[in-house]
């Protein structure tokens, strides 16, 4: 059971700056995949495809894992959504702007794609995302990296809190079924996932250095 400390906690860090989290996170995530797509559209420079490794091998192709790989668009809400200063919330936004912008930047100058031979369009849901999502830009993976990154910083706030140890299990596991899935659904190999892994937690640990204090709620 919730102890009233920490729901108390919770719902005060929900409530806090609640529409500029939801408008902000929303905006900000409309104009990173406006950048998405016109570098998807239009490369610059030669596009190169991503080689395979026996891992993904091992991974086989799975029509369920698009609800984990859809997840992220709700997953990404969530650690904004916890900050309950103005503060922190401006530097969340501004080291997730800088891994958004050395995303965009490595798809400029080294734009990359998988194998063909792996898109799967004949599954339920799967030509819709491919009607989307191209599977382009594809290292780093994005999706890992920007999840991973709110992974830590859900982790920090509920680490500040006292909450229980479920909430950060259920937290790991949503970020290594995002991770998952992104491979899972033939959206990107597992050199892809390995550089959103580096990509995420370099701006992750460098977030976490330098960043003010969590807020006693």
Known sequence: MLSPTWSSSLARRVRALFWLKLIGTTAFTWAFFIAYFELLRS???PVHTMPLTPVDDWVAFAPWALWPYMSLWLYIGVAPGLQGRFVNLFVYGLWSLALSLTGLAIFYFWPTQ????MHVSDAPGMAMLKGVDAAGNACPSMHVAISLFSAVWIERVLRHMGAPRW?????TVWFVAIAYSTM?????VALDVLGGVALGGAFAWASLRWSPREPQL
């Open 114 to 117: 998988i194998p063909t031979f």
């Open 43 to 45: 490369p610059v420079h």
């Open 184 to 188: 899972a659904v033939r959206q990107h």
């Open 167 to 171: 909430l950060s299990v259920l937290n």
